[in-house]
């Protein structure tokens, strides 16, 4: 077992040189119209939450042997997010790129888990933004 305090001090390097965009977590709501239906909306979290992306390659759409085909980015988050924060297929990410201060809407499409544990990847696909 690793002692907590390793764990502590990889996660805030991964973070820090690795994780250096940042990133909130949208999620659908259903609103109801008052005319019997319902209208969709996409609710913003509180939380910035540090991340990073990248353009993929059909190699790297099967993850987890789940095949994203309409993925097109993958995103990392830490593994451990602020409490009450989850992050599921079907929410979105708002990205801002640190360098450029771009930002991107990505609908999740799958979640998996990096094999050091310190990320949790997700294979996204791009809905939209500055780019």
């Not at 001090?9 to 008052?34: A, E, F, M, W």
Request: proline content about 5%.
């Amino acid at each position: 077992m690793v002692a907590p305090r390793f764990l502590t001090y990889g996660q805030n390097n991964i973070t820090k040189y690795v994780l250096s965009d940042s990133c909130h977590i949208v999620t659908r709501t259903d609103v109801p119209d008052g005319a019997g239906g319902i209208t969709q909306t996409w609710v913003t979290g509180p939380d910035t939450i540090p991340c990073s992306y990248m353009f993929i390659t059909g190699d790297e759409l099967i993850q987890a042997q789940q095949l994203a085909p309409d993925a097109t980015y993958n995103v990392n988050l830490p593994a451990v997010l602020p409490t009450g924060v989850s992050i599921t297929a079907n929410k979105r990410l708002v990205v801002t790129d640190h360098l450029s201060g771009e930002q991107m809407t990505f609908e999740v499409k799958v979640v998996t888990r990096a094999s050091a544990a310190f990320t949790t990847e997700l294979l996204c696909k791009f809905i939209g933004g500055d780019q």
